[in-house]
């Protein structure tokens, strides 16, 4: 996908999603539900860029978005810090623990990323729910329930009041994917372009492998956990019900739906998915098992997700199949 | 001291289910670079099915019978999930994620199904042998025993399959070099499917084995499958042997943590070997593979 169609497509969806709350700014659930689409988008694009065009593995990217959304609610509420200021701390707190699993776990191969983030991921809940977690104040498996909201201009951005929510989350979920698509288009994308398609020949011209994957991780975790605190501070309780793995999948369908490594693709597939999470909501406890299967389908009939759908029906005018497919990184 | 004692059979036992179902999953990664997250849900698979025949059933015979049953039910169970939903993604550059991906919305699947069937109450099963034989001043159970010398004969067989018949050369041959194993004629895309059908035996068998001590539940699995991986990176990648010491040393070094400082630290003692081993000794132990 090229810089204009790229840019093109985040304007239109995110200015569509602007004017929403002028037909359903009254209705509560529904803004709930569009905030969280912003939010979730803000999450699945950076799973996108570190997966799909950094070409790591990371299964851990809900694990930073808890540790962002816990980190944020701690300092606020035992430091007494501005939310403003503890949402970019948490961020950091988040980078810094993607830098410390990055170490260890960038030199290696494919599924051992996956193996060590997932790890992650799978002992968070028992660190949080245990001694040395509550100590810190995860409040252990009750969780923190009194979560300040943020404030800022002397507007309260809190549950009582969704649409200023909502346009902060629109400003975050903005900023984060102008930052993820100058990240795609710099010097750092061509990089992983070259380390995805021949990591040997990349290395002996003098690409940083190590280098980029290391940098990029730590910006998604960062990203990631910043959109973590937001949530932490909307919501204004938390607990380790988020490291299920339901909501471990709705993301990975998100990802599936908008296609890897289709960039703006994240952002419709994770307003998609939400919409269609919600209206499995009746179906009650066979809603996980219909998100399962749904995996299961999407991954085996949306290979590159619906924007790959879109380019079949609609090719730019001025690229081939080819240009389209090398630029993207799938061959 | 004899606590001491019961930690360490304790260790040794799940050690030796832990090798088994290790194997299988090293078996899977090394032959066809597929990751299967859904390895804990089989697991469950095998508990649930022994389940159903014993007690739903009522079947008679005992557990001879159900892993005569089981056996070939676990292995077109695997064959049949790779063919459908792991083949068709390989024709992709991007396979290796999509079935990490994809075998992880099956875990989904399965875990909440039975959830549905079954019901989120655990299920037990009967011990396999009742008594227990003494040893000095204690006692080690029958049921123990059975376990780790089951557990081990279905290692060795595996191992003795994989090194002295037809089959087993073809796996490695599949395993060492794809295209030239197709070039003289294995049929690759079969031995996919069936080292699937076949570690899926592997840790639905150890799934039958612990359910007798422990309980099925239809979340039960995820621990396994991260044990599973611990060990499998411990030991290394594509290494039985290795598999095999990492599986006693993570089995007993769980017995102990969990003796000493409460179950809740087990998973974080096997993480921090995990991290360790991978910035040591990236390759595991005995590491052939990445």
């Known amino acids: 996908m090229n810089w204009k169609r790229m840019s093109a497509t985040i304007a239109l969806i995110f200015g569509a999603m602007a004017f929403t709350p002028l037909f359903v700014g009254g209705a509560d659930h529904l803004m709930h539900i569009l905030i969280m689409c912003l939010i979730w988008a803000v999450v699945a694009s950076c799973w996108d860029l570190i997966m799909g065009f950094a070409g790591i593995f990371s299964f851990g990217q809900v694990a930073f978005f808890v540790i962002g959304a816990y980190a944020s609610a701690i300092f606020s509420i035992r430091f007494g810090i501005d939310p403003v200021f503890a949402m970019p701390m948490a961020g950091m707190v988040s980078a810094a623990l993607g830098v410390l699993v990055g170490l260890p776990c960038l030199r290696l191969k494919g599924a051992y990323v996956a193996l060590v983030t997932f790890a992650v991921h799978m002992i968070l809940e028992p660190f949080l729910k245990s001694g040395m977690g509550r100590a810190m104040g995860t409040g252990g498996s009750r969780g923190i329930l009194t979560i300040p909201p943020m404030e800022l201009f002397g507007i309260t951005f809190s549950a009582d009041n969704k649409i200023a929510v909502f346009y902060a989350a629109l400003v975050l979920a903005v900023v984060c994917s102008v930052i993820i698509m100058l990240v795609i288009r710099s010097f750092w994308g061509t990089a992983f372009l070259a380390i995805k398609d021949s990591e040997d020949f990349a290395s002996s011209l003098g690409v940083s492998a190590f280098k980029y994957k290391l940098a990029v991780f730590a910006l998604t975790s960062f990203l990631t956990g910043l959109a973590g605190g937001f949530y932490g501070h909307y919501v204004g309780m938390l607990s380790t019900r988020m490291l299920g793995i339901d909501l471990f999948v709705m993301l990975m369908i998100m990802l599936v739906i908008g296609g890897i490594g289709q960039f703006p693709g994240a952002i419709l597939g994770a307003i998609m998915t939400v919409a269609i999470n919600e209206s499995l909501a009746p179906l009650g406890s066979y809603r996980p098992l219909i998100l399962g299967a749904m995996v299961v389908v999407l991954v085996l009939l949306l290979p590159d997700g619906i924007i790959g759908l879109l380019r079949k029906f609609a090719p730019g005018k001025t690229e081939g199949g080819q240009t389209v497919a090398v630029e993207s990184g799938i061959q | ?290």
């Open chain 2, 1 to 290: 001291m004899l606590e001491y004692f019961d930690v360490f059979i304790s260790g040794l036992t799940n050690g030796s289910v832990y090798a088994l179902m290790a194997v299988g999953l090293t078996l899977v990664y090394g032959v066809s670079r597929a990751f299967n997250f859904a390895y804990g849900s089989f697991f469950s698979l095998g508990g649930y099915i022994a389940w159903v025949f014993m007690m739903f059933l009522g079947l008679r015979g005992g557990y001879i019978m159900v892993f005569i049953l089981s056996i070939p039910l676990l292995m077109g169970f695997g064959y049949f999930t790779e063919k459908l939903i792991v083949a068709p993604l390989r024709k992709r550059s991007d396979w290796e994620v999509k079935v990490m991906m994809i075998t992880l919305g099956l875990a989904l699947f399965m875990d909440n199904g039975y959830q549905v069937i079954f019901g989120p109450r655990m299920k037990s099963l009967p011990p396999m042998m009742e008594g227990a034989m003494a040893v000095g001043d204690t006692f080690i159970a029958n049921q123990d025993i059975m376990i780790f010398v089951l557990s081990i004969t279905g290692i060795l067989a595996f191992r003795w399959v994989l090194n002295n018949t037809r089959i087993g050369m073809a796996v490695r041959a599949v395993a060492q070099n794809p295209a030239g194993a197709q070039i003289v004629g294995i049929p690759k895309d079969r031995i996919f499917a069936a080292t699937f059908g076949i570690s899926t035996v592997m840790v639905g068998a150890g799934g039958i084995l612990l359910a007798q001590k422990y309980f099925v539940s239809p979340m039960g699995g995820w621990d396994i499958l991260v044990k599973s991986w611990v060990i499998t990176a411990f030991g290394g990648m594509g290494s039985i042997r290795g598999g095999l010491y990492a599986a006693f040393i993570l089995g007993m070094l769980e017995a102990f943590v969990g003796y000493w400082f409460g179950l809740n630290w087990v998973l974080f003692a096997l993480f921090g070997v995990l991290l360790t081993t991978l910035a040591i000794r990236p390759q595991g132990l005995m590491g052939k593979w990445g």
